[in-house]
């Protein structure tokens, strides 16, 4: 059974454009269009999901994706640091900054850890690869990194080295049994 995977990163935020750590919010006009650009050369889908978060929903309906929210599409939880910029925590907090950097399996934050992470998007692809067909996911910059690592079998620090812009799309497929990564594009 062989299962493609398209997965695309949502539009910009002002928290992307901020280098902040995200909360809620919704996409920036330039990147509704851009999506909507984008759109228009994906092929037809067997299932479409989403992230529930707002950035991801509306980066679907402006791909023009009737997609299904799931869960375990969510971003990456990191708790107290969400809606503050990368340079605050670093200033504030330079320990945890380079703990969750260098450990995998920390979360001074009190959200998720990496490896929580890669955990949780096993268990989502091992369910998306049981559908056949061609499927889309709308979701978030560090929901495909840990896709990709988990599709490669990479060391989990590799999370780490993967740059998801917005609006990136990645291709993966399935055999059944494992994942391969097909082309990552900006």
């Known amino acids: 059974m062989s299962s ?6 949502h539009a910009p935020t002002a928290a992307v454009r901020a280098a902040a750590f995200p909360l809620d919010e919704g996409i920036e006009e330039s990147g509704r269009s851009d999506a909507s650009a984008l759109g228009k050369d994906l092929p037809p889908f067997a299932a479409a999901w989403t992230s529930p978060a707002r950035r991801a929903l509306e980066t679907a309906a402006a791909l023009n994706l009737d997609a ?14 969400a809606g503050r910029s990368f340079s605050d925590v670093e200033a504030s907090e ?22 929580g992470l890669l955990a ?16 889309v996911a709308v979701t978030h910059p560090a929901v495909i990194r840990a896709a990709i690592v988990v599709a490669i079998e990479a060391n989990p620090l590799s999370f780490w080295r ?5 609006l990136s799309v990645v291709e993966l497929s399935s055999n059944g049994r494992r994942w391969t990564l097909r082309s990552i594009k900006d």
């Open 4 to 9: 493609r995977l398209t997965l695309v990163s």
């Open 68 to 81: 299904k929210a799931d869960v375990l599409l969510r971003d990456m939880d990191l708790g107290r640091w």
């Open 94 to 115: 330079p320990q945890e900054m380079l703990q969750w950097l260098s450990d995998t399996a920390a979360s001074p934050h009190g959200g998720e850890s990496v490896e």
């Open 120 to 135: 949780r998007i096993t268990n989502w692809l091992n369910i998306a690869g049981q559908q056949q067909g061609r499927k």
């Open 162 to 166: 993967i740059d998801i812009a917005p």
